[in-house]
Structures are given as structure tokens and as C-alpha cells.
T-cell receptor
Framework: GENVEQHPSTLSVQEGDSAVIKCTYS??????FPWYKQELGKRPQLIID?????GEKKDQRIAVTLNKTAKHFSLHITETQPEDSAVYFC???????????FGTGTRLKVLA | NAGVMQNPRHLVRRRGQEARLRCSPM?????VYWYRQLPEEGLKFMVY????????ESGMPKERFSAEFPKEGPSILRIQQVVRGDSAAYFC????????????????FGEGSWLTVV
């Protein structure tokens, strides 16, 4: 079955710097890759997603890139702000299924 | 347009008691999923339901756990004879179509039910 690895597990950056979180997956047929932000005690919130027919997608300070050949995708946050501090999860939806496979999460701390 | 509604938000149960978690999907959504999140871990798929049908319960422990989504009313995740290892956040999600079909891949999570077993 699909296996998703997420790195790093923790990431501290200075306010205004960029943060990059990377996920690798094993099933080359997977076709949907969302990213979720989860604040303490809250639900995972979809912040950006990308489908397998697209290489990059951007939404203001957030972008996601997908390398299908290498089977990895990354979340990029530019000009980080303290409110970006949270746990970020990548997920993969293998083709033909409805079960999202989640990464283990990255705890991002943005230092003011 | 209300999102996915879950209750209770927090539930404390003693070992051996039963826990019932409820989930009302977003308006217009007929697909419901339950995920479990253990402390400091990612979310793990438990069960996928449509109205009156369990489509896939492969992620749910065979014993003590059950789920339903009746024709009327919310979906319910039931845990009998709870043990300390059941302490976790249980998230319900819903979608309008089955992920993987067409463009309907997005699922929306509720605020979660935090179960603590003492």
C-alpha cells in the first residue's frame, strides 16, 4: 500500500523567513496531494492541494510543488508569520481509493 | 453553510464504559469518514460510510468499535468497553462525492471529539 514520509518533524524559522516541508510517497498512481494545517486542539484545515497533472500551485504566501518522477511534493511558506505556527500534515490520495494517507506531521514554530 | 459538526467536543470515560461520538456532515454531503489521531501522530483512516451503508471499515479495530450512518440523523462512532489506548482525537470528515472520482477529492474535517479514558 501507499507509504508517506514527511520531513522534518520539527522546524523553527525566524519571522519573515521561508519554511519548506517535504513529503515522499511510494505509489506512483497517487493523484491528489493536499496539505493541512492543524492548530493545537483544532481540526485539520485544508490550506492548499495539488493534483497529479499539475507541477506547482500557489496561493499568496503558500505554494506546493509536485515532482511525480521522484514521487515527492513540498509545501513552501514564504514571509512566515507567528500565526503560521502549527502542525502541518501532508496527505496522499492513492488512485482509485478514498483513503487519505497522512504524513506524520511537521511542527512549525515561527519565532518573532 | 455550517461545516461538519461533531459532538461532544470533549468526552471523559472510565475504563470499561462506552463512548458515542456523533457527526453531522456538511449540508449536501452524503459521504462520511472517521479518522483517529493519537497524540503527536497523524490521522489514520478508520471507516467510510454512506447513508445506511458501511463502505469500508478496514481501518477500524474488529472488536469494540462500530459505526453507523442512518437514513435520518448523524453518523455515530461507538466504542464499547473503552481502554486507555482509545484516548485520542476522533475526526469526522465529509465529502459530496467519493474522492478519486472526477474533481471531488476534497474532504472537510469537523472540529473533532477528544476522548480521554481514565
Amino acid at each position: 500500500g501507499e507509504n508517506v514520509e514527511q520531513h522534518p518533524s520539527t522546524l523553527s524559522v525566524q519571522e519573515g523567513d521561508s519554511a519548506v516541508i517535504k513529503c515522499t510517497y511510494s505509489d506512483s498512481a497517487s493523484n491528489y496531494f493536499p496539505w493541512y494545517k492543524q492548530e493545537l486542539g483544532k481540526r485539520p484545515q485544508l490550506i492548499i492541494d495539488i493534483r497529479s497533472n499539475v507541477g506547482e500551485k500557489k496561493d499568496q504566501r503558500i505554494a506546493v510543488t509536485l515532482n511525480k518522477t521522484a514521487k515527492h511534493f513540498s509545501l513552501h511558506i514564504t514571509e512566515t508569520q507567528p500565526e503560521d505556527s502549527a502542525v502541518y500534515f501532508c496527505a496522499v490520495l492513492p488512485s482509485g481509493t478514498y483513503k487519505y494517507i497522512f504524513g506524520t506531521g511537521t511542527r512549525l514554530k515561527v519565532l518573532a | 453553510n455550517a461545516g461538519v459538526m461533531q459532538n461532544p467536543r470533549h468526552l471523559v470515560r472510565r475504563r470499561g464504559q462506552e463512548a458515542r461520538l456523533r457527526c453531522s456532515p456538511m449540508k449536501g454531503h452524503s459521504h462520511v469518514y472517521w479518522y483517529r489521531q493519537l497524540p503527536e501522530e497523524g490521522l489514520k483512516f478508520m471507516v467510510y460510510l454512506q447513508k445506511e451503508n458501511i463502505i469500508d471499515e478496514s481501518g477500524m479495530p474488529k472488536e469494540r468499535f462500530s459505526a453507523e450512518f442512518p437514513k435520518e440523523g448523524p453518523s455515530i462512532l461507538r466504542i464499547q468497553q473503552v481502554v486507555r489506548g482509545d484516548s485520542a482525537a476522533y475526526f469526522c470528515a465529509s465529502s459530496s462525492t467519493t474522492p478519486g472520482q472526477g474533481s471531488g477529492n476534497t474532504i472537510y474535517f469537523g472540529e473533532g471529539s477528544w476522548l480521554t479514558v481514565v
